[in-house]
């Protein structure tokens, strides 16, 4: 593959393009998982998925009404349907983005997410997602 060379002045790695000549990308063989990722709103209570966790990160989004950019945490998840075929999966609900920080999971770690509806919040006349999430474990004999 190609090589990453440092930048003395900024101590950047720099791509070079040019050692990528010598791949063909038609001799490469396309992965199963799809790069894209859906964001999970659910909507009924119940609502439920079987997920690997993945990661968790800061989106970089823009208000939509100002215009003024905000860091977004996001929880990442890997759904697995009953195939068992895996597809990306991201939710930056407030609650459940703590509830991964607090639990600090592996990644590679199978949960049980379960949308427990809408709550009040104490502080204000708002409404927040409430969740329940399980960690799954083998089925013993």
């Known amino acids: 593959m190609s090589e990453l060379l440092e930048n003395e002045v900024t101590g950047l790695e720099l791509f070079n393009p040019s050692e990528l000549q010598g791949i063909n990308l038609a001799d490469l063989e396309v992965s199963q998982v799809s790069d894209n990722s859906a964001y999970w709103s659910p909507v009924e209570k119940g609502e439920t998925k079987l997920v690997f966790f993945d990661s968790m990160t800061v989106e970089t989004i823009s208000d939509l ?18 195939k068992g075929e895996l597809s990306r999966v991201s939710n930056s609900s407030a609650r459940l983005v703590g509830l991964f920080e607090r639990m600090n999971y592996r990644q590679g770690t199978p949960l049980k997410i379960t949308f427990a509806g809408k709550e009040k919040n104490k502080n204000n006349s708002y409404q927040s997602d409430s969740w329940d999430v399980r960690q799954l474990y083998p089925k013993s004999s």
């Open 65 to 82: 009404e100002s215009g003024e950019e905000k860091l977004l945490p996001t929880v990442h998840l890997w759904e697995q349907s009953d």
